[in-house]
């Protein structure tokens, strides 16, 4: 069965720094590139990072270039977003995915960044 359950969420001020996980299992985790998303109240899911299967390319959001990134550790089959200079606009809710296992209509339940002083 498909699970992708996200953690490390949580309060920080504003420049401060915060580290997610996300554990997945129910299919073959290194055959498959893995995203970040986040979801802010009253607005759209808006992809955040990505990186390729084997983790030798990542692409991120223009809003986050230069202090977020995206990692992984296929033996662990985790997927990580270390976010530096943190920003009250990086304040929503993150999520994990996978192409095959977004496209079946599948979603963790995300856990929560807020920046705020």
């Known amino acids: 069965q498909v699970q992708l359950v996200e953690s490390g969420g949580g309060l920080v001020q504003p420049g401060g720094s915060l580290r997610l996980s996300c554990a997945a299992s129910?299919?073959?985790?290194?055959?498959?590139?893995m995203s970040w998303y986040r979801q802010a109240p009253g607005k759209e899911r808006e992809l955040v990072a990505g990186i390729t299967s084997t983790g030798g390319s990542t692409n991120y959001a223009d809003s986050v270039k230069g202090r977020f990134t995206i990692s992984r550790d296929n033996a662990k089959n985790t997927v990580y977003l270390q976010m530096n200079s943190l920003k009250p606009e990086d304040t929503a809710v993150y999520y994990c995915?996978?192409?095959?296992?977004?496209?079946?209509?599948?979603w963790g339940q995300g856990t929560q960044v807020t920046v705020s002083s």
């Open positions: 995915n996978s192409l095959l296992t977004k496209r079946s209509g599948y």
């Open positions: 129910g299919f073959r985790f290194s055959n498959y590139a």
